[in-house]
């Protein structure tokens, strides 16, 4: 195989085999957990030569059976769930799991990129920038953001930043996210509760700075995410850690609007109780810093927000499309 994905039927995995099928590439293979999940539709329309489960891909690695001729290993499986509070399974499954991925893959000399995230950079108080040598000032407020900084440490202790590419990911939306409930993106949620009661759901503010609904964060849309992660990948000699959002922050306010937009409705939004599980691990501002990337060459696209929730909601939502479909 010259590529692996692993989360190959998730948001963004399914999207980057998209997009490596797109360039003509298709001799991949995909590794997911499907589960009893909705997922195994965005695999419908994608071509990759091989579909391998995560324990039987797990039990391949433990026994170094990596194969000798792969070209690079886009590493996009993970629980992503900001809410899960099994922190044994998010060590098993975050960073055990990368660890031996990563070493396996630079053994055959194989490009190496993973998912990190924007949650490693807990509330902001240090800044939004993808800087390797600050990595260790950052406090992530949930289980899941220190599950991704763990890697993130573990690499950069074990000199292996200067060999891969990491990808903080903020707030990515877009087409086959639908199997991932609660963890889908506002924008999914806002079109479902459009369609079903007419009118939209947020969190209050509980900070004096920030009115309700006016709480901001750095949206990407996925099909731009993925053009980030190609140009990482087509580029080896860009390592270390990278962030992938848009550099803009938006309200959720601003995010809602446009659902409705994308609908030719009239905007209503109602404002409801943030639980208090959440009120201590709520990011109320992110807005990643795409200077990095900027000045390894690429160009942000010109996707607006506006632009990618009208895409989004006109080209799959209403009518029920995957992205291969």
Same mark, same amino acid.
């Given at each position: *195989?010259?590529?692996?994905?692993?989360?190959?039927?998730?948001?963004?995995?399914? $999207?980057?085999?998209? $997009?490596?099928?797109?360039?003509?590439?298709? #001799?991949?293979?995909?590794? #997911?957990? =499907?589960?009893?999940? %909705?997922?195994?539709?965005?695999?419908?329309?994608?071509?990759?030569?091989?579909? *391998?489960? +995560?324990?039987?891909?797990? $039990? *391949?690695?433990?026994?170094?059976?990596?194969?000798?001729?792969?070209? /690079?290993?886009?590493?996009?499986? !993970?629980?992503?769930?900001?809410? %899960?509070?099994? !922190?044994?399974?998010?060590?098993?499954?975050?960073? %055990?799991?990368? +660890?031996?991925?990563?070493?396996?893959?630079? +053994?055959?000399? !194989?490009?190496?990129?993973? /998912?990190?995230? $924007?949650?490693?950079?807990?509330?902001?108080?240090?800044?939004?920038?993808? #800087? #390797?040598?600050?990595? %260790?000032?950052?406090?992530? =407020?949930? *289980?899941?953001?220190?599950?991704?900084?763990?890697f993130d440490l573990w690499a950069k202790r074990h000199g292996m930043l200067d060999k891969i590419a990491g990808m903080k990911f903020t707030n990515v939306f877009g087409p086959n996210e639908k199997h991932k409930g609660p963890m889908r993106s506002m924008v999914c949620r806002a079109f479902e509760q459009i369609q079903e009661a007419g009118q939209v759901s947020l969190f209050r503010s509980y900070r004096e700075e920030y009115a309700d609904g006016e709480q901001q964060r750095d949206f990407i849309y996925v099909k731009d995410a993925v053009n980030m992660i190609i140009f990482l990948m087509i580029h080896p000699d860009l390592n270390g850690l990278y962030n992938i959002g848009s550099g803009k922050a938006e309200t959720w306010n601003s995010l809602v609007k446009a659902v409705f937009d994308a609908m030719d409705l009239p905007c209503k939004i109602r404002y409801i109780d943030m639980p208090d599980e959440l009120k201590g691990k709520y990011q109320y501002y992110t807005c990643a810093d795409m200077s990095k990337i900027q000045s390894a060459g690429y160009k942000l696209t010109d996707h607006t927000l506006q632009d990618a929730v009208r895409d989004y909601v006109r080209g799959y939502l209403i009518p029920g499309k995957h992205l291969a479909d």
């Open positions: *195989m010259k590529f692996i994905v692993t989360g190959a039927a998730g948001l963004i995995g399914s $999207a980057v085999v998209y $997009a490596l099928n797109k360039q003509g590439v298709t #001799d991949i293979l995909a590794v #997911d957990h =499907l589960g009893t999940s %909705e997922k195994w539709k965005n695999l419908r329309g994608l071509q990759f030569a091989d579909y *391998m489960e +995560k324990d039987m891909f797990l $039990a *391949m690695l433990q026994n170094n059976d990596l194969p000798d001729d792969i070209q /690079a290993v886009i590493h996009l499986g !993970a629980c992503s769930s900001t809410t %899960e509070r099994d !922190a044994t399974y998010l060590v098993h499954n975050n960073f %055990e799991f990368s +660890k031996l991925l990563a070493v396996r893959t630079l +053994k055959r000399n !194989a490009r190496f990129l993973y /998912a990190s995230s $924007a949650a490693t950079y807990g509330g902001g108080e240090h800044g939004y920038h993808d #800087d #390797d040598s600050k990595i %260790e000032e950052l406090r992530p =407020l949930n *289980m899941y953001g220190y599950s991704k900084q763990m």
